[in-house]
């Protein structure tokens, strides 16, 4: 499918970007490698080799074009397939940018024991030790060097602002390198002159947190370890200059967000117009539930003419999609139009799965004890805090759901007897206590009933959340049995409803199509509504 290929690309595309931009190693480095070096070559081939292995799992990237085995392939260029890819890499980072106010870039180091870690490594010490014994040559050789030189006058001039002509003149002059390689004939560059002039300017761009390594460039005397340290801090400039750059952004992608989301996903669906085949499938699916629940209401309802064709609210429909999402399993790629908030929604549907578990251990508690903890003050508080960091990390592959119940059940078990004791009440005995263990324990059985009845309470209040009008700031009614987690719920909730709200607002032209087409077939097609859909 096409937007499957475009995404599995772009992610691709991401990674392979992550690995250069780290390892920053560019061109004439890899050049001095291998002609210096010729037999680690194969070894450096090998590792490359091998990362590309795991860089594309599926194979060539000609895997990726999108065929279906049931239909004959789509004709499709290379350069359609990457327009899309780089509108959805454009569309993706303005919006995590715009709703995580935490989002920054990171300067993080590859670990030293990782494939790529062993790569750069190795890259690194050859090229550096490479410019050492050329510098050391008598005479000595500077066109490395000098490329070098001519690297950091680009990087120092980026970041400089407009009108700042002055010390772009000054920089310009001081780093020239048709007149260092006039010197290097000549034997007189003053290396480390240019160095300490390169350190000053440093000092002057820098932002305030770097002051310390600026100061350890100037301790530093050896010349090949000092370029290799210049470069360290201006890659950590770069990064305070990029962070700076998107603190700017920030407001001003809020107040565009919408417009700019919507217009670049009608590009990529102008790119691959089957870049809306999975959200149909998904409102489709929600509409076939929406159907059944009706008919399933008028086959109950005593004198239901049950020759009318069912009516439904395409904004109900809408809203049973998006509840969906809580439940959806997230190994399978998600609607293309909620991509920009996969990640939002799966840590949603992780905590409200934590807090379901607590409450179903809440409620059995209370149901199995009764009136003798009913009425403790904040023991359902207690049983929570019991509770949570056993259930810590219950999203990881390796979690053991079932042996975190059985170390709840123990200890709520141990939390009830001594509040009994306290209070001078008999404890449980041994057919009370294993009979509590074991119903907390069955909680992650399948279509287990109070585990079932929570989770219906839970999607009722989600439900309740969406139905609310985006300007109301009350909260919807809380079930029963959810009292223990009301504040989670309601924050969760608010969560949701900003998400869910966003994406109509961004992506409602584009459901009323679909809507229209999938409910109305009948019905002229006519141009998308620019209006924002409402609850």
């Not at 037999?39 to 279906?68: D, K, M, N, T």
Request: with cysteine.
């Amino acid at each position: 499918m096409m937007t499957r290929a475009v995404i599995q690309i772009l992610h691709a595309s991401l990674k392979a970007q992550l690995l250069l931009a780290t390892l920053n190693i560019q061109d004439r480095a890899l050049t001095v490698i291998l002609q210096a070096n010729p037999v680690p070559q194969r070894q450096l081939i090998s590792l490359c080799v091998e990362h590309h292995q795991q860089l594309y799992p599926w194979g060539s990237p000609c895997a990726l074009l999108p065929f279906r085995k049931s239909s004959p392939p789509k004709s499709i260029t290379f350069d359609e397939l990457m327009a899309a890819a780089r509108n959805l890499t454009d569309l993706t980072l303005a919006h995590e940018i715009a709703v995580n106010a935490n989002f920054c870039i990171k300067d993080e180091d590859l670990p030293r024991n990782s494939l790529a870690g062993t790569v750069k490594q190795i890259v690194h010490k050859a090229f550096w030790d490479h410019l050492e014994s050329e510098l050391n040559e008598d005479p000595p050789e500077y066109e490395h060097a000098i490329k070098l030189f001519e690297e950091i006058k680009e990087i120092l001039l980026s970041f400089l602002t407009p009108g700042a002509n002055r010390i772009q003149n000054q920089i310009c002059e001081v780093l020239d390198t048709d007149l260092i390689r006039q010197q290097a004939e000549h034997n007189a560059v003053d290396i480390h002159g240019l160095a300490n002039y390169i350190i000053n300017t440093m000092g002057k761009l820098c932002a305030p947190i770097r002051d310390n390594d600026i100061k350890q460039l100037k301790a530093t005397d050896n010349i090949v370890e000092l370029l290799r340290q210049i470069f360290r801090v201006l890659d950590l400039m770069k990064v305070d200059m990029a962070n700076y750059t998107i603190q700017n952004l920030r407001p001003y992608l809020q107040r565009h967000l919408v417009d700019y989301e919507r217009t670049k996903f009608q590009e990529i669906l102008e790119e691959t117009p089957s870049a809306l085949d999975l959200t149909t499938e998904w409102i489709k699916e929600s509409i076939e539930d929406e159907l059944s629940s009706v008919s399933d209401e008028s086959s109950s309802s005593p004198g239901a003419d049950s020759s009318s064709k069912p009516i439904i609210s395409p904004t109900l429909v809408l809203n049973n999609g998006y509840l969906k999402l809580l439940q959806w399993d997230y190994r399978k790629t998600i609607p293309e139009t909620l991509i920009t908030d996969e990640v939002r929604l799966q840590e949603l549907r992780e905590k409200l799965n934590q807090l379901k578990i607590i409450a179903c251990v809440c409620l059995i508690t209370n149901n199995t004890v009764g009136a003798a903890i009913v009425d403790v003050p904040d023991f359902a508080e207690q049983l929570k805090r019991i509770s949570l960091p056993l259930l810590e990390g219950m999203n990881k592959k390796t979690f053991d759901l079932k042996e975190a119940l059985n170390a709840i059940g123990v200890q709520v078990c141990s939390k009830v007897n001594r509040s009994l004791t306290e209070r001078g009440l008999p404890t449980l005995n041994e057919e009370m206590q294993s009979n509590l263990m074991g119903q907390i324990a069955h909680i992650v059985e399948e279509n287990n009933p109070v585990s079932s009845l929570i989770d219906k309470r839970i999607q009722f209040f989600m439900r309740n959340f969406l139905a609310l009008p985006s300007f109301q700031k009350c909260m919807p009614t809380m079930p029963g049995g959810l009292s223990v987690i009301q504040t989670e719920m309601e924050f969760l909730g608010s969560q949701y409803a900003s998400i869910v709200n966003f994406n109509k607002q961004v992506y409602g032209p584009f459901y009323a199509n679909i809507l229209r087409k999938l409910l109305f077939p009948e019905a002229p097609m006519g141009k998308a509504e620019t209006e924002t859909p409402t609850n």
